[in-house]
């Protein structure tokens, strides 16, 4: 059984910083590609940065120069840094991963989300 556990979020001020990471976890032969997506109140989830294979990495227009995403291959665990955060990030944000597991076909799996408010 594979299972995506995020840890970090949280509140914080406008412009502070969060850090959130996720680990994969059972039997995996391969992970092709792991991100972060998120999704605020009333609006549909929406990609926020991902790695694929190769490590190209994408970054929504709204996060970019401000979330740095990067990944641990060794550990199948991807981080997102947070800094410059503005009160329109705040969302549950939750990790996706790309995988194959032993004896199963690859698809995708979600974590459970962690909320990341940003609030004075």
């Known amino acids: 059984q594979v299972q995506l556990v995020e840890s970090g979020g949280g509140l914080v001020q406008p412009g502070g910083s969060l850090s959130l990471a996720c680990a994969a976890s059972?039997?995996?032969?391969?992970?092709?590609?792991m991100g972060w997506y998120r999704q605020a109140p009333g609006k549909q989830r929406e990609l926020v940065a991902d790695c694929r294979s190769g490590n190209t990495c994408t970054y929504a227009d709204s996060v970019k120069g401000r979330f740095t995403i990067s990944r641990d291959n060794a550990k199948n665990m991807v981080y997102l840094q947070m800094n410059s955060l503005k009160p329109e990030d705040t969302a549950v944000y939750y990790c996706?991963?790309?995988?194959?597991?032993?004896?199963?076909?690859?698809?995708?799996?979600w974590g459970q989300g962690t909320q990341v408010t940003v609030s004075s």
């Open positions: 059972g039997r995996i032969v391969s992970i092709y590609g």
């Open positions: 996706n991963a790309d995988l194959k597991p032993v004896g199963y076909v690859r698809r995708e799996y």
